[in-house]
């Protein structure tokens, strides 16, 4: 005799983790997704660079901090001047 089929579970699937983004518009040039931004923990330093006009901005991180957050600090930097 098999088992009733309200008993079997159903299989549960992942729910995909949304990435964040790492590649923005750059502030200078104004191309788009031409800005990577590194976050590297080791050292504490995030890091953005814009492939086309080289232009680069560098900050320090926490444990928390995504790119995002370094990119967001750049345009800062930019607006207060």
């Known amino acids: 005799m098999g088992r009733k089929k309200t ?3 159903k ?3 992942k729910k995909k983790k949304h990435a964040l983004e790492s590649r923005f518009n750059c502030p200078e040039c104004s191309n788009e997704n031409v800005v990577h931004c590194k976050v590297d923990r080791k050292i504490n330093r995030g890091s953005a660079f814009c492939t086309v ?5 560098g900050c320090s991180v926490n444990n928390l901090t995504q790119p995002i957050d ?3 600090n750049w345009i800062d930097s930019l ?3």
């Open 11 to 13: 299989l549960r699937t």
């Open 53 to 57: 006009c080289g232009a680069s901005f």
């Open 70 to 72: 370094v990119y967001s």
């Open 79 to 81: 607006t207060d001047k």
């Open 7 to 9: 008993l079997r579970s």
